[in-house]
Structure formats: structure tokens, C-alpha cells
């Protein structure tokens, strides 16, 4: 057991003087042999461990990101599979493989189109080819769907796991990734941009793209497989929709095999807090963020009586004493031939939504209703919505840091 720890311990000295001699400019070749040679027979869950102890002892991430490129250098030359998570990524609607038909038409893309464009715009650039090569970055850029679902949906399963550096690092390699694309994008619209710079830039955004595509395939998908249970993978799998796809979409609907008590524990209510599709909160929880809301909330059933009103920023007077009272008389008589006219345009179906807007002193009061609705489109009651926009008016420029 001494040994074993020895290594590890002597594997993550190696890698932090690895890092070391990156950042001082040596090359990936340079310190790909030494790399090869410390991670011979250590599986790739190891490597990111490894990794992810540099980043907890204080590492930057950007400085650990510096070791993604040897990785690649390394594993591309490697005969055996660092995982297989082979059934997974052969299992059509899955979200592996979604992920990895998506990988495969972007590389399709880039060997049969964007890599002909390119070389068209080396020899000769003129605009129509230029053009071409503009929608070939267009269409790279959807990327960025790919690279969200694996952020927004991949990655927090494996930090649940405290599996956290490598998504780290990888997140900040297609954010890269989704820079170099823009940029390529800006400077085929600048005349004044040479050939040569476009060519280059280009192409050490594909070679990214490509390297990112091994990355997946070889250290992600094999990690999460390892780590993720049916129940979550269903769970990606329903959400994906929302966030999109790049090039291809899935090809089927996955379903389980097995239902595992994960599942069975998230579908039983815990006391004490309210489980909705999206998380479950505690009833404290629920009425602080409501109160902290920026706006003014009051909520009348389907019968108009109100039910609800938030306690936060507050714009009209209200008391506890309106709870169970009926809306109509909670407005001025010249008042109430309009509300009504609302809730009925709302109860029938006409509209879902009503906008004022009214200058109150020095404040610029909007005050939005919305007819709220089941998933059969059943009306519930309406909600109301007041804000004082002035200070939203008066917002100029940007604000991009912290303030004193």
C-alpha cells in the first residue's frame, strides 16, 4: 500500500514540474515522453484525480488546461482503450451516443467541407470564398449546443460525484475553442486581415475541435460511465432537448433498463420540502426566494379570490387582511370594469397575458398579469407583476465588475 501512495504521490510531484516546464515554454513534444512515460498503465479516472488534487492545492485551472494537450499528444498514439463505454455510445437516443454522432459529423464536416474551403482560401481569397468559409465557422459555431448539454448536463452529475477538475479544465477548453471560432469568423469579414493569418487561426481551431472530440471520447464519456446511474442518464436524456444539437440529432428515445433506488429515493417527497420538476426546495427556502424577488407578486385563484402575496419589494400597499378577499373589491370602482374584462379574456382563453404602465411620482410603475395555466392549459388564477422599471430605464453602458 506504501508503494502505491509513493507513486501517486511521486506521479503528482511529476505532473506539477510537467505543468511547470509548460508554463516556462516548453513544447508538448518536449514533455511528452516524460508525460508518456508517468502515466504508463494508469487509467485515465487516475490522471484526472491526479488533477483534480493539483487544482485543490491551489493550482489555477488555466495552468492544469495546459496538460490537455499532452494528453491528447499521448493517448492518440496509444493502441488500447484508456474505458470502454462502447454500449453506451452504440445504444441510438442515449445521450453518449447523441454525443458521439454529433463528434462524428463534425468531423465529417470538417474533412469534406471546411478543410477544402480553407484551402481555397489560402491559395486565393476572394470574397465568394471567403463566404464559404464564413458558413463553414457559422455552422462549427454549433458547437456550442454540443458543448452546453455536456456542461449543463454532464458535468454536474460528475461534481455530484466529486469528480470536479476535469470538468473544470474542459469547460475552459471549449470555451477556447468557441473564442477561436468567433475570432475566426472576424477576421474573414476584415479585408485587412491576410490569407495566411486567416489560415493559421483556422486552422488551430479545428486541430482544438478535433482534440476536444478525442478528449470526450476517451477520458469524459469513459468517466461518466464509470460514475453516472441509469436514472441520471434519463435524466440528461430529457433535458437535452431544450438545449439543442449540433448537426445531427438523436436517433431514437432511450429508456432505462433499470429502475434504481436513486430513482425510487428522488420520487418519494421529503418532509419538510416541495419537489418540483426541476429540484425540490424547503418551505423556507420558497418564501425567501420569493421575497427576495425584485418584484411585487399577489396570485388570485380561478374563483378571483387572493391567495398570495410576496412580502419583498413592494410597490402597492397590501395587508394580510386581502387574503380570501375577492379582487374585485380590492380595486377602485373605476378600476374593476377593466380587471374583469381581463379575467375573462384570460378564464376563456383569448389572451395569456396583459401589460400597464403608469408614472407614480418619481417612480415608472409596469404592471404585468399573466393567466396561469396547467400542462392541459387549464386556467388556474392569474398572477400579477408590478416593477418599478425607472431604475432599469436609466441603465447605460456596461457593468462588468464587481462593485466597491
Request: net charge negative; with cysteine; hydrophobic share 35%.
Amino acid at each position: 500500500m506504501s508503494e502505491y501512495i509513493n507513486n501517486r504521490e511521486y506521479r503528482q510531484q511529476v505532473l506539477k514540474e510537467l505543468i511547470t516546464e509548460l508554463h516556462n515554454g516548453k513544447s508538448v513534444e518536449e514533455v511528452k515522453a516524460r508525460f508518456e512515460d508517468l502515466i504508463q498503465g494508469v487509467s485515465a479516472s487516475e490522471i484526472s484525480e491526479m488533477e483534480q488534487k493539483l487544482i485543490s492545492e491551489g493550482m489555477p485551472v488555466g495552468e492544469v488546461q495546459r496538460l490537455c494537450d499532452v494528453h491528447s499528444a499521448v493517448f492518440k498514439g496509444s493502441i488500447e482503450e484508456i474505458h470502454s463505454a462502447t454500449a453506451y455510445m452504440d445504444t441510438p437516443g442515449h445521450p453518449l451516443h447523441t454525443f458521439k454522432i454529433e463528434n462524428e459529423a463534425v468531423e465529417q464536416y470538417i474533412n469534406e467541407t471546411v478543410l477544402k474551403n480553407l484551402e481555397k482560401v489560402k491559395e486565393e481569397a476572394t470574397d465568394p470564398q471567403r463566404n464559404l468559409l464564413l458558413q463553414d465557422f457559422n455552422t462549427l459555431w454549433d458547437l456550442d449546443k454540443h458543448y452546453k448539454r455536456k456542461e449543463n448536463l454532464i458535468f454536474p452529475y460528475l461534481e455530484k460525484y466529486g469528480i470536479t477538475a476535469p470538468p473544470k479544465v474542459m469547460w475552459g477548453v471549449d470555451d477556447t475553442i468557441r473564442d477561436g471560432i468567433k475570432e475566426v469568423k472576424k477576421m474573414i469579414v476584415d479585408n485587412s486581415i491576410p490569407n495566411y493569418e486567416i489560415s493559421s487561426k483556422a486552422t488551430e481551431v479545428i486541430e482544438k475541435i478535433r482534440e476536444m472530440i478525442f478528449k470526450e471520447h476517451n477520458i469524459l464519456f469513459p468517466m461518466a460511465v464509470d460514475a453516472l446511474t441509469e436514472h441520471e442518464w434519463s435524466a440528461i436524456e430529457s433535458e437535452s432537448d431544450e438545449l439543442g444539437y449540433c448537426i445531427v440529432g438523436p436517433q431514437g428515445k432511450w429508456q432505462p433498463l433499470n429502475v434504481d433506488v436513486q430513482a425510487k429515493e428522488e420520487q418519494q417527497n421529503v418532509q419538510g420540502y416541495v419537489k418540483f420538476e426541476t429540484g425540490s426546495l424547503s418551505f423556507k427556502e420558497i418564501s425567501c426566494i420569493l421575497n427576495t424577488l425584485p418584484i411585487d407578486i399577489t396570485y388570485i385563484d380561478k374563483d378571483d379570490i387572493v391567495k398570495y402575496f410576496t412580502q419583498g419589494e413592494r410597490v402597492f400597499a397590501r395587508t394580510k387582511a386581502i387574503i380570501g378577499r375577492s379582487v374585485e373589491n380590492c380595486h377602485p370602482p373605476d378600476s374593476v370594469a377593466i380587471v374583469s374584462k381581463m379575467l375573462e379574456d384570460f378564464k376563456s382563453g383569448e389572451k395569456n397575458n396583459e401589460d400597464f404602465w403608469l408614472k407614480m411620482g418619481d417612480l415608472y410603475i409596469y404592471i404585468r398579469y399573466f393567466a396561469v395555466r396547467d400542462e392541459n392549459g387549464e386556467y388556474l388564477g392569474t398572477m400579477e407583476v408590478t416593477q418599478n422599471i425607472r431604475p432599469i430605464q436609466e441603465i447605460k453602458g456596461e457593468k462588468r465588475l464587481l462593485s466597491d
